[in-house]
């Protein structure tokens, strides 16, 4: 049996300031990205049997430093899935800015308004913090969100190799904004979330990537690097099945049968 994530197996102050991802494992990333992007097309057959969806709306959200052409792919299948899906059209994610902050809102509130119900938010990295913000600032808008290596235990105190990074475009930030939003974001929703995370990924210390599993919250574990999520073909496989639930009949992920269960080593 695959062992559940258990903040209990590392001594308290490591939990408390987190444990950012192995120099091997950072400095691997490009190279396991790109070799997880190449197990797309292999996987295109396998992922034409998953769930088609109903046609509701679909927001997705990029990573720090991305733009929506990194969730081009994911976005054009489930397209192909039967949803109404768009990126977030805001440029390339330089973090919370007061456009972005502003922005995020009105797309939401578009894509509801076109679809004409709630919409599911879909969150790579320091987009699935947005997502989370967006469900607890807008839960009424919100059906469901699924985070994809999304770091939203900094609220805790955890550290990722992105850190850096971020703190340099502090300047652009909205800081009395994000100052206060930062102790909420890994709050619980009300709506159904799923945490999809890797303990192979390089950037974000998968222990921050997760939740408490409740009766609206499911963690799913994948093998993907953190540049492969949007590519990684059990992920996918995941957030199809996610997206085709009736959200006032939420339930949890299991599984596929066969050798396609090895994909997912731990499923909440």
Known sequence: MPTPPD???VPFHLREMGQIPSTALYISEPFRGVADAALLP????????AKRGDGHGVLVLPGLLASDSSTGPLRKF???RNYYVRGWRLGRNLGPSETILDGLPQALRDLSERTE???????WSLGGIYARTLALDHPALVRQVITLGSPFGVAHGHRTRA???????RIIHARPRIQTDRSRIA???EVPSTALYSRMDG?????????PDTELHQNVEVRCSHLGFGFDPATIW???DRLAQDPKDWKRFRKPRGVASRLYRYVG
Request: hydrophobic share 45%; charged share 30%; aromatic share 4%.
């Open 7 to 9: 903040e209990n197996e």
């Open 42 to 49: 292999i996987a295109r057959p396998l992922l034409k049997r």
């Open 78 to 80: 489930l397209k192909d």
């Open 117 to 123: 119900g709630p919409v599911s938010v879909i969150g």
């Open 163 to 169: 850190d850096s990074a971020f703190e340099r475009l």
């Open 187 to 189: 709050s619980e929703l």
């Open 203 to 211: 950037v974000v210390p998968w222990r921050a990537c997760i939740g």
């Open 238 to 240: 995941c957030v199809a």
